[in-house]
């Protein structure tokens, strides 16, 4: 566990290098569940897993976007789009 300091406490480094150490952190401690969420946006706009990958240069493979994809279409199918019919209409 790591030993949480008081900004007080940190008066060596100067805000601006503060304030771009706290917002690395928070992208680090924050970042794959951000990555995850705007994934799942992208899908839900109707982007496919493959562009998706693409889209995010393979930091998730695309095996793993389409199974994050997969999961929260079945857990939430009024939330994309309706797929095109295979009623043989074009």
């Known amino acids: 566990m790591g030993t949480i300091l008081e900004p ?17 952190a928070d992208n680090y401690v924050n970042g794959p569940e ?12 109707g982007d496919k897993p493959g562009t ?4 995010i240069a393979y930091a998730y493979t695309y095996d793993y976007v389409a199974r994050l994809v997969r999961e929260d279409r079945k857990a ?12 043989g209409e074009p």
């Open 76 to 87: 939430n199918p009024g939330a994309y789009p309706e797929s095109p019919s295979d009623d």
């Open 8 to 24: 007080e406490t940190l008066t060596q480094v100067d805000p601006e290098t503060r304030a771009m150490l706290e917002t690395a």
């Open 34 to 45: 951000r990555l995850k969420a705007a994934i799942l946006k992208s899908a839900r706009r």
């Open 52 to 55: 998706i990958a693409r889209a």
